[in-house]
C-alpha cells in the first residue's frame, strides 16, 4: 500500500518537477536569449548563431528531440508543463500572489485590445520568419559575459531594444498585475499552439457531426423511418 501511494504522489508530482527540471536546465539560454539573441525569432537559427557561450547553440536539437518525445510519451501540454519561459512567467505569479492575492480585472475592451495585439505580434513573427528571421545586430562576444552584454548595448539598435522592452515589459506586467501576461499576449509560438488546438477541434467537431455521432441529420439514420 505504501509503494502504491508513493507511486500516486510521484505521479502527481512528476510533471511539476519535470516542468521546474526544463527551466533550471534552460535559465541561462533564457537570459541569454532575452539580452543577447540577435535574431529576431529566437532558437531558429542557433547553428549559424554567432553568440557562442549561448547552450542553445550546441543543445538545441536534442534538447528539442526530447521535449517532443517527452510530450508525445507524457502527453504533457507545452505552454502549460514544458516551456522555461512558461514557468517564469507562473514564478512571477506566483511571487504576485504572495504580495497581493487580490485579482486584477480587464475590461472588455482591454482584452479585445490584447488580443488585437497578440495575433499582431503573431503575423509579425511570421512575416520575420518568412523574410529569413532578420539579424539586426551583430553581437560581440568577449571573455566574459557582462562585458559581452554591455557591448551589446553599445552594438544594438532601435530593433534590439524594441524586443527587450516588450519582453521585459510583459514579465513585469506578468509580476504586477496580469497572471502570464506574456504567455496570454505577447508568445507568437503560444499563438501558434492555440490557433492550431482550435483548427483541431473544427475539424472533429466537423467530422463528428458528418459521421452521425450526435443524432442531428435524419436523413443518414433510418430511426424515424416510419
Not at 62 to 69: D, L, M, Q, T
Request: positive net charge; hydrophobic residues 45%; charged residues 20%.
Amino acid at each position: 500500500m505504501e509503494f502504491k501511494e508513493s507511486m500516486k504522489k510521484l505521479k502527481k508530482w512528476f510533471p511539476t518537477i519535470m516542468k521546474y527540471l526544463f527551466f533550471i536546465v534552460s535559465l541561462e539560454t533564457i537570459v541569454l536569449v532575452i539580452l543577447r539573441c540577435p535574431y529576431v525569432i529566437p532558437f531558429l537559427a542557433c547553428d549559424m548563431c554567432p553568440v557562442v557561450d549561448c547552450p542553445s547553440k550546441y543543445y538545441r536539437k536534442p534538447f528539442v528531440a526530447f521535449i517532443v518525445g517527452y510530450m508525445i510519451i507524457f502527453r504533457a501540454d507545452f505552454c502549460s508543463k514544458i516551456c522555461p519561459y512558461g514557468s517564469l512567467n507562473d514564478i512571477l505569479y506566483k511571487i504576485r500572489r504572495k504580495i497581493s492575492k487580490k485579482p486584477f480585472k480587464l475590461s472588455l475592451e482591454t482584452k479585445t485590445i490584447l488580443n488585437f495585439l497578440k495575433y499582431l505580434f503573431f503575423i509579425c513573427a511570421i512575416i520575420a520568419i518568412i523574410y529569413g528571421n532578420p539579424r539586426y545586430y551583430v553581437p560581440l562576444h568577449t571573455s566574459d559575459l557582462i562585458t559581452s552584454l554591455k557591448l551589446a548595448y553599445l552594438a544594438a539598435g532601435n530593433a534590439y531594444f524594441a524586443r527587450l522592452y516588450v519582453i521585459v515589459g510583459a514579465l513585469l506586467l506578468g509580476l504586477l498585475l496580469i497572471p502570464r501576461f506574456w504567455c496570454r499576449y505577447i508568445c507568437p509560438l503560444g499563438t501558434g499552439i492555440q490557433l492550431t488546438k482550435k483548427g483541431i477541434r473544427k475539424i472533429r467537431k466537423i467530422k463528428t457531426v458528418n459521421g452521425v455521432k450526435s443524432c442531428g441529420d435524419c436523413s443518414k439514420c433510418g430511426k424515424n423511418d416510419n
